[in-house]
């Protein structure tokens, strides 16, 4: 693969994945890029994810989500379903930064 073919690719990889988790709550299911279900115990979810305060503190598809205040901010839909079946993610909230991070490393492209 050439050089520039190579630094394209992952310049994209590196591009898509920081600004994917910017996070909109759209208020139907059909307006969603990803139906999402908050479990109860940290065992149950695939992604671990912690609430950052700033847009800039996301870095890449490790966890860390920021919520926008609109859908045209946010790099990702998501809509909050009310069983753990209609879910194609299953998160739990952590309460430090240090904790986020994918359990479930194959569902990773649904952030992407």
């Given at each position: ?104 490393p194959e569902k ?5």
């Amino acid at each position: 693969m050439c050089r520039f073919c190579l630094a394209a690719a992952i310049s994209f990889l590196l591009f898509n994945s920081a600004a994917a988790q910017k996070i909109f709550a759209v208020p139907y299911a059909s307006q969603a890029d990803i139906k999402v279900f908050v479990v109860k115990y940290e065992s149950q979810a695939d992604l671990l994810v912690y609430k950052v305060k700033y847009a800039s503190e996301t870095g890449s598809n490790q966890g860390k989500w920021f919520f926008t205040d609109y859908a045209s901010q946010a790099n990702k839909k998501i809509f909050w379903v009310d069983y753990e079946s209609q879910a194609q993610l299953k998160i739990y909230f952590v309460p430090y930064a240090s904790r986020a991070g994918w359990k479930k490393p194959e569902k990773k492209h649904f952030l992407y």
